[in-house]
C-alpha cells in the first residue's frame, strides 16, 4: 500500500515539474500548443477566416508579427505571464524564469472587426523586445525553424 502512495507521489511531482518547466520556457513557442506544424496549419484553415495570407503564413511558420489575433498569438506562445487590459488596450508580457522580460505585446480593438462575431478581439499593435520570442529569425519568408 504504501508503495502505490508514493509511486503516485512521485508521478504527480513528476507531473507539476514537466508542466511548469513548459510555462516557463525562454523559447515561447514551447509554451505554446501550437509548436507543432500541423496544428498551426488546422487553425489557418479552420479558425482565421478573414485573416490576411501574409500573416497566415508567417502563422504557420511559427512566428507572430504585427495585425495577428490574440488567439493566434495564445496558440503559438501561449497565454502571457503577465496581462494588463484597460477598455481600449492591452499589454501581455513574457519572462524567463529568473523574471527578465522576453517580450511584451501591445494589443488594441481593430476599428473593424473581421467577421461578425468577433467585435471584442483584439489585435497585435506593436512588439516590443524579442519578437522572436526567444527563436532564431527566421532565414527567408519561405523557411521555418520548425518544420
Known amino acids: 500500500m504504501k508503495l502505490s502512495h508514493l509511486c503516485l507521489l512521485v508521478l504527480s511531482v513528476m507531473l507539476l515539474w514537466g508542466c511548469a518547466s513548459r510555462t516557463s520556457s525562454p523559447i515561447l513557442i514551447e509554451r505554446g500548443v501550437g509548436q ?33 489575433t490574440n ?3 495564445n496558440l503559438l506562445w501561449g497565454p502571457p505571464d503577465h496581462e494588463t487590459e484597460t477598455e481600449t488596450s492591452s499589454v501581455w508580457e513574457y519572462y524567463t524564469r529568473e523574471g527578465k522580460l522576453i517580450t511584451r505585446l501591445i494589443w488594441k480593438h481593430p476599428d473593424q472587426a473581421r467577421l461578425k462575431g468577433y467585435e471584442n ?5 506593436k ?17 521555418s525553424n520548425y518544420n
Open 36 to 68: 507543432n506544424e500541423y496544428e498551426r496549419e488546422y487553425f489557418a484553415i479552420k479558425e482565421s477566416m478573414g485573416i490576411d495570407k501574409r500573416l497566415k503564413d508567417v502563422f504557420k511558420q511559427g512566428y507572430i508579427e504585427e495585425g495577428m
Open 71 to 73: 488567439d493566434m498569438v
Open 121 to 125: 478581439e483584439w489585435i497585435l499593435e
Open 127 to 143: 512588439i516590443e523586445g524579442d519578437r522572436y520570442g526567444g527563436s532564431p529569425a527566421p532565414t527567408s519568408n519561405r523557411s
